[in-house]
């Protein structure tokens, strides 16, 4: 069974940084994309960064701040939070479509979030 495991969320000033990190772990055979979601109280779940076949997109509002890397070999990857507003307050979510050992068929995965809140 495949779980994503996520950890790193926490309360920080404004300006300050975090860095997330999210563990696949189980039967897993191929990785097709990974990365990071968030939902705000009130909003709609919205795509952070993502990685897949080489190429990394992030979302417009969090360019030049935050940047996804992977660690393959762990089947991990970490989002690094930079220069955090009250705005990036949200439940952030690791995401990966990726296909288990014994199946035909990429499914999605999702972990169970970690809250990062920016105040002062």
């Known amino acids: 069974q495949v779980q994503l495991v996520e950890s790193g969320g926490g309360l920080v000033q404004p300006g300050g940084s975090l860095r997330l990190s999210c563990v696949a772990s189980?039967?897993?055979?191929?990785?097709?994309?990974m990365g990071w979601y968030r939902q705000a109280p009130g909003k709609e779940r919205e795509l952070v960064a993502m990685?897949?076949?080489?190429?990394?997109n992030y979302a417009d509002s969090v360019k030049g701040r935050f940047t996804l890397s992977r660690d393959n070999l762990k089947n991990t990857v970490y989002l690094q939070l930079n220069s955090l507003q009250p705005g990036d307050t949200a439940l952030y979510y690791c995401?990966?479509?990726?296909?288990?050992?014994?199946?035909?068929?990429?499914?999605?995965?999702w972990g169970q979030g970690t809250q990062v809140t920016v105040s002062s």
């Open positions: 995401f990966s479509n990726l296909q288990s050992m014994g199946s035909a068929r990429l499914r999605d995965y």
């Open positions: 189980g039967s897993i055979f191929w990785i097709n994309a």
């Open positions: 990685y897949s076949e080489g190429t990394t």
